[in-house]
């Protein structure tokens, strides 16, 4: 059975921090980019942060830049976001997605986790 599994949601004031995790099981993650998404309430699914399958290319929005780190633990089968000085504007559901062939789209994901939502109060 092949499943990413997101944690460390919950809601923060804003300015806190939160640290998501994305867990895989029943497959490597070795071979694959993976890549955090998320969907405001209303708006369409957007793409936050990439990482190569070596962690040594890494991409991130211009609304996170300078706020969120995204990294990976291959040993630990583990993608993580961390995520900083939080804004209202950051509330969402937020997705991992494991991608083989570097497609960096929500099309062109391999696999997806269920989500984990983050509210941030004003």
């Known amino acids: 059975q092949v499943q990413l599994v997101e944690s460390g949601g919950g809601l923060v004031q804003t300015g806190g921090s939160l640290r998501l995790a994305c867990v895989a099981s029943g497959f490597t993650i070795d071979p694959y980019a993976m890549v955090w998404f998320r969907q405001a309430p209303g708006k369409e699914r957007e793409i936050v942060a990439t990482i190569s399958w070596s962690g040594r290319k890494i991409w991130y929005a211009d609304f996170v830049k300078g706020r969120f780190t995204i990294s990976r633990d291959n040993d630990k089968s583990s993608a993580y976001l961390q995520m900083n000085s939080l804004q209202p504007e950051d509330t969402a559901v937020y997705y991992c997605?494991?991608?083989?062939?570097?497609?960096?789209?929500?099309?062109?994901?391999?696999?997806w986790g269920e989500g984990t939502l983050v509210t941030v109060s004003s």
């Open positions: 997605a494991a991608d083989f062939d570097n497609d960096y789209t929500a099309d062109g994901m391999d696999y």
